[in-house]
């Protein structure tokens, strides 16, 4: 069974670092382009960035310079490594492969940005 999971999530601080992580099981991700969503409270999910095949990235501009994202295909897992985190980054963050067959997405994993 073909599954996503995230894990990493927490409380952190303004300003600290977190390392989020999603794990596929049930298949490989060499073939997929990958994706990362944020869905802030009362908020619509909304994309935070990607990744290609070949490791090519794009993250939006509001996370620019703070946030990267890497994949280890060997690991068959995704990275979205933040950094200088602020309040608004406060949201639930998932993991997302767009398929034709149906997107493949994982449960999320909490982000909370407080002092």
């Not at 049930?26 to 290609?52: D, H, K, T």
């Not at 933040?82 to 980054?89: A, F, R, S, V």
């Not at 997405?105 to 909490?110: E, F, K, N, V």
Request: proline residues 3%; hydrophobic residues 35%.
């Amino acid at each position: 069974q073909a599954q996503l999971m995230e894990s990493g999530g927490g409380l952190v601080q303004p300003g600290g670092s977190l390392r989020l992580s999603c794990a596929a099981s049930g298949f490989s991700i060499n073939r997929y382009v990958m994706l990362w969503y944020r869905q802030a409270p009362g908020q619509e999910r909304e994309l935070v960035g990607s990744i290609s095949k070949s490791g090519q990235t794009h993250v939006v501009d509001s996370v620019k310079g703070r946030f990267t994202i890497s994949r280890d295909d060997a690991e068959n897992t995704m990275y979205l490594w933040m950094n200088n985190l602020k309040p608004e980054d406060t949201a639930v963050y998932f993991c997302n492969i767009p398929r034709s067959a149906g997107d493949y997405w994982g449960q999320g994993t909490q982000v909370i940005v407080s002092s």
